[in-house]
């Protein structure tokens, strides 16, 4: 295992079509982030898992967007009836809570373009 | 939205030249990373900080933890054309365990270095 991946790591869709993405991070880390980063700004935090447990959800992620984390290993973000505004790198990090020392590492992002 | 103030907003440098950056928050922080993007990737993880005053090296990158907890900078020495990029810091509040591994992040800093 050489670090978190997501797929696709493109995707273009039509507005109102749903979509999926799938992140699968570092094999021994137990929690697992999605975040969204749009042009000139920062990845912001979207929501997070320990284990299969979604622990909290932010307020940028309104009710067309779930995430799951069925088996505590790999995870899906879902955007139901996509909006332009949806358009962002979709990005997933994990990391290993043993301690408060912790880093996040980050998988390659998906780059999501409604038209 | 973020909380944290990074500048500079961008730096446009000579190769062979030193940069610095800095990232400052309205709240301390117990864990300070810094991570280098490149356009259409994640971010990739630099050097990670712990400790208030704390001083830590990678190659000519050096960061350091401020005294007061709410702030961290971050220097490129003697820079080089693949350090063009954007640089974020991102930091995790130490409030209770759940938010341990979820940080926020600065807008960046767009480096450009020319020959």
């Known amino acids: 295992d050489t670090g978190v991946s997501q797929d696709p790591r493109h995707k273009i869709t039509k507005r109102g079509q749903n979509v999926t993405f799938r992140c699968d991070p570092i094999?021994?880390?137990?929690?697992l982030y999605w975040y969204r980063q749009t042009l000139g700004q920062g990845p912001e935090f979207l929501t997070y898992f320990q284990n299969e447990a979604q622990l909290e959800k932010s307020r940028l992620l309104s009710d067309r967007f779930s995430a799951e984390r069925p088996k505590g290993s790999f995870s899906t973000l879902e955007i139901q009836r996509t909006e332009q505004g949806d358009s962002a790198m979709y990005l997933c990090?994990?990391?290993?809570?043993?301690?408060?020392?912790?880093?996040?590492?980050f998988g390659q992002g998906t780059r999501l373009t409604v038209v | 939205g973020q909380q944290l103030n990074q500048s500079p907003q961008s730096m446009f440098i000579q190769e062979g030249e030193d940069v610095s950056m800095n990232c400052t928050s309205s709240?301390?922080?117990?864990?300070w990373l810094w991570y280098k993007q490149d356009p259409g990737e994640g971010p990739v993880l630099l050097i990670a900080l712990y400790k208030a005053g704390e001083l830590t090296s990678n190659g000519r990158l050096t960061a350091q933890f401020g005294i007061t907890r709410k702030d961290s900078f971050l220097n490129i020495s003697a820079s080089i054309p693949s350090d063009v990029g954007i640089y974020f810091c991102?930091?995790?509040?130490?409030?209770?365990?759940?938010?341990?591994?979820?940080?926020?992040f600065g807008a960046g800093t767009q480096v450009v270095v020319t020959p």
């Open positions: 709240s301390i922080f117990n864990t």
């Open positions: 094999s021994e880390h137990n929690r």
């Open positions: 991102a930091g995790q509040s130490p409030m209770t365990t759940d938010s341990w591994g979820k940080f926020q």
């Open positions: 990090a994990s990391s290993l809570i043993q301690s408060l020392n912790t880093e996040a590492f």
